[in-house]
């Protein structure tokens, strides 16, 4: 593939409502990671896949949040009773595993927007 | 917890003018970045300075790292209007794999 995909790319949800944005890394990166970026606000770490490994789950803000991945392929961040402080691009970025270079690759986001 | 903060928040130039952002960070790192972001949306890899490099040129790109001040510097020369973007730096630790840690960013707008 070109790149990161994510979907949808952009959401609105009521509150309370759980939803669930997809990501798709570049395929053979092993390393996964979702950022949330409130408007105006720089990314925050939520979460990161390693291979097999145990994920760090050290960034998520609340039980409400989870996130979940396949192997070293897709990923998919689930958002339980959404609150509207949940408003946010989430952004997931990929990267291969090993080496010094710590580049990140990033899909084009998912907005979401809770009423 | 945001690591590194970038000033200024804002800057608008004209054309040709060059653009200078900082970027100043808390912990020790392996390497810093700097990122390009448009509209809000998927960020892009600038350039990478590891912390043994004091400077590093990529194009119209000139970033600068002092470690002892825990700080670097993205100059962007000649800006065209296509450059109008937020800027981000991002740090990492010395742990293999973990996340980077952002700034808020410079919004950077050129004017034509």
């Known amino acids: 593939g070109a790149g990161v995909s994510q979907s949808p790319s952009n959401k609105v949800t009521e509150k309370g409502k759980d939803v669930e944005l997809r990501c798709d890394p570049i395929s053979g990166h092993t390393a996964l990671y979702w950022y949330r970026q409130r408007l105006g606000q720089g990314l925050e770490f939520l979460i990161y896949?390693?291979?097999?490994?145990?994920?760090?789950k050290s960034g998520l803000p609340s039980d409400r949040f989870s996130a979940e991945r396949t192997g070293e392929s897709v990923s998919t961040l689930t958002i339980q009773r959404t609150q509207q402080e949940d408003s946010a691009v989430y952004l997931c970025?990929?990267?291969?595993?090993?080496?010094?270079?710590?580049?990140?690759?990033f899909g084009p986001g998912t907005r979401l927007t809770v009423l | 917890s945001q690591q590194g903060e970038e000033d200024p928040q804002a800057l608008s130039i004209q054309e040709g003018e060059n653009a200078t952002m900082n970027c100043s960070y808390k912990?020790?790192?392996?390497?810093l970045q700097w990122y390009r972001q448009n509209s809000g949306r998927g960020l892009v890899h600038l350039i990478l300075i590891r912390s043994n490099e004091r400077e590093k040129h990529s194009g119209r790109l000139r970033v600068t790292l002092d470690t002892s001040k825990k700080s670097s510097s993205l100059l962007i020369t000649a800006s065209r209007a296509a450059d109008t973007a937020s800027y981000f730096c991002a740090t990492d630790s010395h742990q293999a794999g973990t996340a980077l840690i952002f700034g808020k960013g410079t919004t950077l707008s050129v004017s034509s």
């Open positions: 896949f390693q291979g097999n490994s145990a994920p760090d």
């Open positions: 970025a990929s990267k291969t595993s090993g080496g010094m270079n710590n580049e990140q690759f």
């Open positions: 912990t020790s790192i392996n390497n």
